[in-house]
């Protein structure tokens, strides 16, 4: 894995000066995004803690997701890693929840998205998501491209968060 220092580094500064914390939810990067976050000295101070939420066994172990409200959501949606980052953000009580859903490759889903596909979520003072498509079978690339913005996507949502 090639670390994103400087995402990271822009992100650890951001939290330190607000005094906010930040969990993780994630999925097809298996754990890339926490390993960005906590590459940075200092991160204990921000970050709480996260996930590997990889198979619907680990999501119901670790995130108490409300099943009334992601029941009807679609998989791999905006809707649907929303709630995965409000879920996440509330388990450990922390300011900020980050998530990700996605097919990495080089398979698709089995609900039909494309290799390529992730589907990011920021619960916070303010909400924002995005959705990925790379069009790229090549995992470790789409796992990375994830991250990455998944933390641009972050950093975003703290900066229009502390206005």
């Known amino acids: 894995m090639k670390p994103t220092f400087e995402s990271s580094a822009a992100i650890a500064a951001k939290l330190l000066e607000l ?13 890339f995004i926490s390993a960005n976050l906590l590459c940075v000295a ?3 101070a921000f970050f709480v803690g996260g996930s590997v939420v990889y198979s619907l066994r680990s999501r119901r172990e670790f995130l108490d997701l409300d099943r009334a409200r992601v029941k009807d959501l679609k998989p791999l949606s905006e809707e649907m890693v929303l709630e995965f980052a409000r879920a996440a953000r509330a388990k450990l ?10 097919a990495a490759g080089p398979t698709p889903t ?15 003072p303010v909400e924002l998501t995005c959705k990925i498509e790379t ?4 995992r470790e690339a789409n796992m ?3 991250t990455e913005a998944a933390l641009d996507l972050f950093y975003k949502a703290l900066l229009s968060g502390s206005v």
């Open 93 to 102: 009580e922390t300011t900020w929840g980050v998530a990700e859903l996605g």
């Open 144 to 146: 990375l491209m994830f």
């Open 110 to 124: 089995p609900y039909g998205h494309a290799a390529g596909t992730s589907v990011i979520g920021i619960s916070g």
């Open 19 to 31: 005094k906010q914390t930040v969990s993780v939810a994630e999925s097809s990067t298996g754990g």
């Open 135 to 138: 069009g790229s079978t090549d």
């Open 42 to 44: 200092g991160a204990s």
